[in-house]
């Protein structure tokens, strides 16, 4: 068979290519003026060693008869610190479930400045790439202090021009987002993140969002992008 002169393999050839060059994700290079982050799940994986300090915390009181493993955390992780002890302790009256979110609080900071999380590979490499042509942020819903430990322990502090949590004002993602826009007046930020979560967020302050599906969550229509590793962000932005 001749389609237009040419064999139908040669057509079904091109046809093919055509098919590849329209799947693939338009280039995002010189798009935004920086990228927001989220923590846990995109930069680091701590979760390992927020269950171990958690269950300590928990054998501290006598109110509690619970495991804490590295699924439970997972679960519930990018959830705003307060909702976190909602969901894992509803049975508990208000007082003891602050008392509890304390003293796990304390306990989560003094592991992880000792032992830390695992960072996800060419961190350090990408973040370098990308601080020489994007401001760099980070927004958590973590508790204060948090970020500063990851910051320490992985040595990118100077790759980032400023961050924003929870347990800063206690106010939702979204809003911790529209502050660091607006804080340091950035024009066409990106967020990048884990959950639906995160992609709720990102929404609701306006910016755009790039899914990390190597983390914690799912998110399966929305987002400008996934990456399925860290140092895809080289390549994309």
């Not at 007082?95 to 003293?103: N, S």
């Amino acid at each position: 068979m001749v389609v237009f002169g040419y064999s139908w393999q040669y057509f079904a050839q091109i046809c093919y290519l055509c098919g590849q060059i329209v799947n693939m994700p338009l280039s995002l290079k010189n798009k935004f003026d920086s990228i927001i982050f989220d923590l846990d799940g995109t930069l680091w994986d701590s979760t390992g060693n927020v269950a171990k300090a958690w269950q300590e915390a928990i054998e501290q009181v006598d109110y509690v008869d619970e495991v804490m493993t590295r699924e439970k955390i997972r679960s519930i992780t990018g959830l705003a610190y307060n909702v976190i002890f909602d969901k894992l302790f509803p049975h508990l009256d208000v007082e003891k479930r602050t008392e509890l979110m304390g003293i796990c609080a304390k306990s989560e900071l003094d592991l992880l400045h000792e032992q830390g999380g695992d960072l996800y590979p060419s961190l350090d490499a990408t973040l370098d790439y990308l601080a020489r042509k994007y401001r760099l942020f980070i927004v958590s819903n973590c508790q204060s202090g948090y970020i500063e430990v990851f910051l320490k322990l992985s040595g990118t502090t100077h790759y980032f021009s400023g961050h924003q949590c929870y347990g800063t004002k206690g106010n939702p993602k979204a809003e911790n987002i529209k502050d660091i826009v607006n804080d340091h007046q950035l024009e066409a930020p990106v967020y990048v993140g884990d959950t639906m979560g995160d992609y709720d967020a990102a929404t609701k302050a306006g910016v755009p969002f790039i899914f990390a599906d190597y983390g914690f969550g799912t998110v399966e229509k929305g987002q400008i992008t996934t990456i399925s590793t860290f140092s895809d962000l080289v390549e994309l932005l």
